[in-house]
């Protein structure tokens, strides 16, 4: 798969800051204020009305929602007399009493983690009256939605922690086997026990487990290897994709589906199709996966990153922010939605969704970016909106985090050129230089432009070097400055 983390920003930025600078120079004509206006036309009555509706039934839908978790609390707040417990229940119930009387249509995800959070509590409780041996104030209902299951990336079928990977099975702290099912952000696994599916903190995983007899596991690998040879097939095209034997990988998963057309399957065939560039194809058997289960984001993810690498920004968008709706903590999500939002000209949507990964990133997993990344790419949207007293420090957050990447430090060299720092510019875009030797023409023209404008020698054989790479504005430049 690509690894995106080094595709910071628009090729055509140079344009952008040409742009820019118009602007700044001479403002917006009262005839161009008109022509902008023209652009938004008067909806219509009815156009507002589905529009009101669509967000009434959004209300009205997590209104039910949070009516159905307060039941939950008072049936859970019946099978214990922990006064500790009872009091975590009282604050999740006082805080979701206290949501309805906001927009229930925008809290969706709100309500959505406080049901995560008491799963997590009760795993606790569990833990605690286990090792006190009162098994009789034992939680028994835990309230697990199947619609909620999610992957923090799609580059690979199964993403491993060194300790536990996917379709192991465990023993937790309250003494209950689980399966794994896959990893969610590094701190909660998915897991299925008794046949219901749900979240667990990895630190009530105690020990691993051999299969225990008379208990049964309803995932969709239990439907499609019903027997030790559907096992071997599946595991053996997972051995493959991680040895990237593409291939190999899909011809064992065609086996499987012509036995069940499991929507999981047609999920790992597309990442072996992905994985051979085959987007199409792996786009029409992601297809399939989403037909079957719309509301697993991990299908979203995958669609969304496949769109990206056929250049089909819009689409790619639109399925990256489905995903995020089912499940809003996948940074690397977020990371390629901000890229794709700045090649559309979107620098405050790609700083909205910088700030994404700042508020949720985790370091116990890996991502497909890096933080200094990430504050490089907030600093130079706002460098491109003429915020350089807010992109400064980010830029320099950035350089402290790392100071191996060149485009990290061609970002501050820009930035010090827009505010007339020009010796600042030079050693920055110096820097730059003796870290990226090739494709390096953008460092060489503001370093060439910065030794003009302090009149000092090498500007123009730097822009000319810039311009040996194929950058035309070198050569324009050349013959505004240096042909006298």
């Excluded at 990893?183 to 990895?202: H, L, M, T």
Aim: aromatic content about 10%; some cysteine.
């Amino acid at each position: 798969m690509k690894n995106i983390e080094n595709e910071i920003r628009p090729v055509n930025r140079l344009y952008l800051v040409l742009i820019m600078m118009i602007v700044w120079g001479f403002g917006l004509s009262f005839v161009q204020a008109q022509e902008i206006q023209s652009m938004y036309n008067q909806h219509s009555m009815d156009d507002l009305k589905q529009a009101v509706m669509h967000r009434q039934a959004i209300f009205d839908n997590n209104r039910n929602k949070i009516n159905d978790l307060v039941d939950w609390i008072y049936k859970l707040k019946s099978q214990t007399n922990d006064t500790e417990f009872l009091n975590i229940l009282d604050n999740y119930q006082k805080k979701l009493i206290a949501l309805k009387g906001g927009d229930l249509s925008v809290l969706g995800d709100e309500i959505k983690k406080i049901e995560w959070e008491i799963n997590d509590e009760i795993l606790k409780h569990n833990s605690k009256q286990s090792t006190s041996s009162n098994s009789s104030s034992t939680i028994t209902e835990n309230k697990f939605n199947t619609g909620d299951h999610v992957m923090t990336s799609t580059d690979s079928p199964v993403r491993d922690n060194p300790n536990v990977n996917a379709n192991e099975l465990f023993r937790t702290s309250s003494n209950q086997i689980v399966k794994i099912l896959y990893n969610v952000n590094g701190v909660f696994y998915a897991i299925e026990i008794d046949g219901k599916q749900g979240f667990i903190s990895r630190n009530f995983l105690l020990e691993k487990v051999n299969q225990p007899e008379n208990q049964n596991f309803n995932n969709h690998d239990s439907q499609t290897q019903n027997n030790d040879e559907d096992q071997l097939i599946y595991q053996s095209a997972i051995d493959a994709y991680k040895l990237g034997d593409f291939p190999t990988a899909r011809k064992n998963i065609d086996k499987l589906l012509t036995k069940n057309n499991d929507p999981e399957l047609h999920y790992f065939r597309g990442l072996t199709l992905w994985g051979d560039k085959k987007y199409n194809e792996a786009i029409a058997d992601i297809d399939q996966s989403i037909s079957s289960n719309p509301n697993d984001p991990r299908y979203y993810f995958a669609r969304g990153n496949l769109l990206y690498q056929m250049n089909d920004l819009v689409k790619s968008l639109i399925d990256l922010t489905k995903g995020l709706k089912l499940y809003p903590y996948n940074t690397d999500a977020y990371f390629l939605k901000g890229l794709i939002k700045s090649k559309l000209g979107d620098n405050h949507g790609a700083i909205s969704d910088y700030d994404s990964i700042l508020k949720f990133h985790s370091d116990t997993i890996r991502h497909n970016y890096d933080l200094a990344t990430v504050y490089n790419n907030k600093a130079y949207c706002l460098i491109t909106l003429g915020d350089y007293k807010s992109s400064l420090p980010l830029v320099n957050k950035a350089l402290n985090l790392d100071q191996s990447h060149a485009y990290i430090w061609e970002t501050r060299g820009e930035l010090n050129f827009r505010v007339g720092k020009f010796q600042e510019c030079i050693n920055d875009m110096s820097k730059a230089i003796s870290i990226e030797k090739n494709n390096n023409s953008l460092f060489y023209y503001y370093s060439g432009l910065s030794k003009i404008k302090l009149k000092i020698s090498g500007g123009c054989e730097d822009l000319s070097k810039a311009g040996e790479q194929g950058m035309v504005e070198a050569y324009d430049t050349i013959k505004k400055y240096c042909n006298k």
